[in-house]
């Protein structure tokens, strides 16, 4: 089943990268092309920009989850709505319940945290949503083999487990979240 509302985890900064920026603008132009929607973090700076500019560009509608006084200087024409959150849980959980599927692209820590917050919300019955990430460049190769300890220590379902669905590529990204 399509996957309509995809909520990107994703930098606040660039990278040091050319690539991660045209990964970004590859992931929000297939999200528009694809006819889905974009529910992203509200900020309008580094890789963020990127993706939420290109699904704009691209025909998708940009939802975005802020946090108040952090980005509220934030009121770009691209957003379809706009949501303005306490604190950084509420946006979180606002932003993953919000969505049918997350996907992450490179950032930092707060990326790290947001994917950490699908799986003990799914864990804890909350929600149940599929995690693409795009690994590109092998940016989360030492994450993946840490998941992987995690599931084979038993302390990561089967099932959460086969909710993890790793590509290199946006389209076949988008294509494998639809059919979990």
Known sequence: MKKQRIAVFCGSRSGRIPLYEEIAQKTGAQIG???????????????????????????????????????????PEIITADETLENVQQRKRRLIEAADACIALPGGLGTLDEMGDVYAMTQLGDIRRPL???????????????????????????????????????EELLAALDEV
């Open 132 to 170: 693409g990430i795009l690994n590109v460049n092998g940016y989360f190769d030492g994450l993946l083999h840490f998941v992987d300890t995690v599931h084979r220590e038993g302390f990561l379902s089967d099932q959460d487990y086969r909710l993890i669905i790793i590509r290199q590529d946006i």
């Open 33 to 75: 092309l694809q006819g889905r929607s974009l529910l992203f973090g509200g900020c309008d700076c580094g890789l963020m920009k990127t993706v939420s500019h290109a699904a704009y560009e691209n025909g998708a509608r940009v939802y975005s989850f802020r946090i108040r006084g952090l980005t509220d200087a934030y009121e």
